[in-house]
């Protein structure tokens, strides 16, 4: 960020492996899980990956990354006040995440996080809650959906400590 810019560009990148110990296999609790408004938008909480019988099972290794510009409303309520705490919110965010066969190697893990990548973007608005936390409403557009996957086009409302 330029110092005096109103103007804020953020990227982030996220990943994870989990190996299980000994011949165990990984316990659902333990397994990642992607999808809802603080990782990527535009499906519904822990929608993404694996499934049996309508539950989601997570994954044992996964990636999501976003690329965000803030600005300030266009029309400026409140400047110097309460109107300062509201942004806009343009973004646009990718993942994907699947369990491993151990016996096939780096290079298949890394081509199967790379196939089937679900990505959405879309705007909103933003509301800082202190250096903490903040709310989001987002008009959400879903793409790369696989089968499976539930979808949440449209608005989608966000709050949190911890976003992609």
């Not at 190996?19 to 603080?38: C, E, Q």
Request: charged share 15%; net charge positive; aromatic share 12%.
């Amino acid at each position: 960020m330029v110092r005096g810019s109103p103007q804020v560009l953020s990227t982030s990148l996220w990943g994870g492996m989990l190996v299980p110990l000994g011949d165990k296999p990984s316990s659902i609790a333990d397994r990642f899980y992607l999808g809802g408004p603080t990782s990527v938008r535009g499906f519904s909480m822990y929608s993404i990956g694996p499934q049996s019988e309508g539950d989601y099972l997570g994954g044992e290794t996964y990636w999501a990354g976003g690329i965000h510009l803030y600005t300030p409303l266009p029309f400026r309520p409140g400047r110097g006040g309460f109107g300062d705490l509201f942004r806009t919110h343009f973004f646009l965010n990718a993942g994907n995440l699947c369990n491993l066969n151990y016996g096939e190697g780096p290079r298949a893990h890394i081509r199967r996080l790379a196939e089937c990548i679900r990505w959405s973007y879309g705007a909103g608005i933003v509301l800082r809650l202190g250096n903490i936390a903040r709310l989001e409403l987002n008009y959400c557009i879903p793409m790369g959906v696989q089968s499976g996957d539930r979808i949440c086009d449209g608005v989608q409302f966000g709050a949190g400590i911890r976003f992609l």
